[in-house]
T-cell receptor
Framework: GDSVTQMEGPVTLSEEAFLTINCTYT??????LFWYVQYPGEGLQLLLK?????DKGSNKGFEATYRKETTSFHLEKGSVQVSDSAVYFC??????????FGEGTQLTVNP | DAGVIQSPRHEVTEMGQEVTLRCKPI?????LFWYRQTMMRGLELLIY????????DSGMPEDRFSAKMPNASFSTLKIQPSEPRDSAVYFC??????????????FGPGTRLTVL
């Protein structure tokens, strides 16, 4: 079945550092891929998405590129801020409406 | 739009009591999802509806859990009787449709349930 694997957290960075959170997936065909972010005490918010191979999703300085050849959708940001501290979830939607989520990666950014 | 609305935001109850969680999806969204989030199991899909009809309830843990969607603007998740292991944050989400242009799910703020 479909699955999503994220790099284990927690991740702790200093402000302005470069961020990468790895995400790989297992699915047949061409699923839609998502990154969601969850701030403390809140629900998940869509950060970015990509729907086909080589698409790049971007939002708020975050980027992720849909790599079919490596079945990956790694999240990157060039310069993180304290306000980026949150839990980040990679997810895929294959057929139907069901989303499959990764385990989540806790990011803490220190000033 | 106000987004997905959930109530209550927090619920504390005693083991054996009935608990009802409520959700109002975004107007016009045809899909509604119920999730449970715990530290041990992460984010789990419990059930989802399309046009008020349950499509996939394979994630519902046991018969103590039931979900209904009597109309397009309201859904409930009921636990009867509740147990301490049901303590979790329960999220409701909605989306327009199942294809790439419409499949973004929008989440509510969640209900934090504590069963003593």
């Amino acid at each position: 079945g479909d699955s999503v694997t994220q790099m284990e957290g927690p991740v702790t960075l200093s402000e302005e550092a470069f961020l990468t959170i790895n995400c790989t997936y297992t699915a047949t065909g061409y699923p839609s891929l998502f990154w969601y972010v969850q701030y403390p005490g809140e629900g998940l918010q869509l950060l970015l998405k990509a729907t086909k191979a080589d698409d790049k999703g971007s939002n708020k300085g975050f980027e992720a590129t849909y790599r079919k050849e490596t079945t990956s959708f790694h999240l990157e940001k060039g310069s993180v801020q304290v306000s980026d501290s949150a839990v980040y979830f990679c997810a895929l939607r294959h057929s139907g409406s069901r989303l499959t989520f990764g385990e989540g990666t806790q990011l803490t950014v220190n000033p | 739009d106000a987004g997905v609305i959930q109530s209550p935001r927090h619920e504390v109850t005693e083991m054996g009591q009935e608990v009802t969680l409520r959700c109002k999806p975004i107007s016009g969204h045809d899909y509604l999802f119920w999730y449970r989030q715990t530290m041990m199991r992460g984010l789990e899909l419990l059930i989802y509806f399309n046009n008020n009809v349950p499509i996939d309830d394979s994630g519902m843990p046991e018969d103590r859990f039931s979900a209904k969607m009597p109309n397009a603007s309201f859904s409930t998740l009921k636990i009867q009787p509740s147990e301490p292991r049901d303590s979790a944050v329960y999220f409701c989400a909605s989306s327009l449709g199942p294809v790439a242009s419409t499949d973004t799910q929008y989440f509510g703020p969640g209900t934090r349930l504590t069963v003593l």
